[in-house]
């Protein structure tokens, strides 16, 4: 495609910052609109896994990713009464060398802050809300709620779950709460008073689960993501004060191993769970999605931030070898969408590495080099006439 066609990205998160990052490499001058006035260091915890840090390798940044996060050891799965480990993986120099990649625990500020590195100094423009979209003969509009508005040839959607850009190309309809939510404190490795954990482990209950993680090499600060069931979320916030009370009544039956852990949080806040139905519209016209915006998914296989970098480097490949953007647009969704619709899948069964499980086909996929799939003619000609 003309490196001159004008892409806007709506939407600085994991998704828009990879995607700007790939283009700009591509030799597109790709720009980013941020409705937030700058990035914050949200409090959470992100696991990276191979599949992820190998594509991001491409911009640069996997040296900065290593020295800001952790390369866990081992992850490990408990049984919530017993203890038992029902599966182990073990991360070391022979299994980065299998996967192509190292696995990384990270926080989600410094893994911003890096991903900011990776794309064009004064390309992101933050304080921009998108509230709108308009079709021009030959150009799309982007009006923000500051009054700016752009025109662009081509604009990309990587405003997350609750996208302005997906009430574009599909529906208004809003995301679904899943009956869950999750509770995330994180707290000093001080406060375990020398009582030693593993880098990462999952707590698996019958109707909830648990993770304790470590975020850097120091091992001084732990997060803890439990989720556990709820009937309804009524708050509008994006989350609610918790406590460390309610966190250990809701795995209070739980092996003593994780009730140490569970003793030692504080500042405990509890977010609810969101996702939507697939739906495999992701383009329309000039505007195409990627990431949260058109797969939102339940966070249980830790793989939602992975596949809008999947995206954002497929989505890259399509726009630079094919002359179209219809047809660029029909081929990034004909080569994604069977791979994250497996990972919704498997998201929503909570299924992953609870025990035996393969996990090559997910952490060896290398999304800047797999085959691109061609769009069949029936699909084409159907997506034509719409
Ligand atoms: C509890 C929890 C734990 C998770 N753990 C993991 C994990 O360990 N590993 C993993 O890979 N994934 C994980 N995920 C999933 C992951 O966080 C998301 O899939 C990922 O952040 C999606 O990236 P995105 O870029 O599509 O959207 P986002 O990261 O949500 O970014 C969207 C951006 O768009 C901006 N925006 C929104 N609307 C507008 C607008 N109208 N105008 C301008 N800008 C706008 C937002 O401010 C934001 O910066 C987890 C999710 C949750 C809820």
């Not at 914050?40 to 900065?64: C, F, H, M, P, Y």
Request: charged share 25%; with cysteine.
């Amino acid at each position: 495609m003309d490196r001159r066609q004008r892409i806007a990205i709506v939407g600085a998160g994991l998704g828009g910052l990879a995607v700007a990052g790939f283009l700009q490499r591509a030799g597109f001058a790709a720009t980013v609109y941020e409705q937030a006035p700058t990035f914050s260091r949200i409090g959470a915890g992100i696991i990276l896994s191979a599949n992820v840090t190998k594509a991001l390798r491409r911009l640069g940044i996997e040296q900065d990713l290593v020295a800001s996060g952790l390369k866990p050891h081992c992850y490990i799965s408990r049984a919530w009464d017993t203890g038992e480990t029902l599966y182990e993986i073990i991360f070391d120099a022979s299994s980065e060398a299998r996967f192509g990649g190292p696995y990384l625990n990270i926080h989600r500020g410094d893994l911003h802050a890096v991903m900011h590195g990776a794309v064009t100094p004064g390309s992101i423009s933050f304080n921009h809300r998108l509230v709108g979209l308009e079709e021009l003969s030959g150009a799309i509009r982007l009006v923000f709620d500051n009054g700016v508005k752009v025109d662009a040839d081509i604009v990309i959607g990587a405003d997350g779950i609750n996208s302005k850009v997906r009430e574009f190309v599909v529906d208004a309809e809003p995301p679904r709460f899943v009956g869950a939510v999750a509770h995330r404190a994180i707290f000093p490795t001080q406060r375990l008073r020398g009582f030693k954990i593993p880098d990462c482990t999952k707590w698996w209950g019958r109707d909830r689960h648990i993770l304790p993680y470590f975020m850097t090499s120091r091992r001084d600060e732990i997060y803890v993501i439990g989720v556990v069931p709820a009937s309804k979320w009524e708050s509008d916030a994006p989350s609610v004060p918790g406590s460390r009370e309610e966190l250990i009544n809701c795995f209070a039956n739980f092996h003593n191993d994780l009730l140490r852990v569970l003793e030692a949080a504080e500042d405990v806040s509890v977010w609810p769970i969101f996702d939507r139905e697939r739906n495999d519209c992701w383009s329309r016209g000039r505007a195409v999605l990627l990431g949260d915006a058109c797969h939102p998914m339940r966070p249980f296989m830790a793989a939602g931030g992975a596949m809008a970098v999947e995206d954002a480097a497929i989505l890259t490949r399509c726009l630079a070898t094919i002359d179209a953007a219809a047809e660029a647009f029909r081929c990034y969704e004909a080569t994604r969408i069977p791979r994250v619709s497996e990972v919704q899948r498997i998201s929503i069964e909570n299924s992953w590495m609870r025990g035996p499980t393969d996990v090559d086909w997910f952490y060896r996929y290398d999304s800047c080099v797999a085959p691109l799939t061609q769009p069949n003619a029936t699909e084409m000609k159907r997506r034509r006439a719409q």
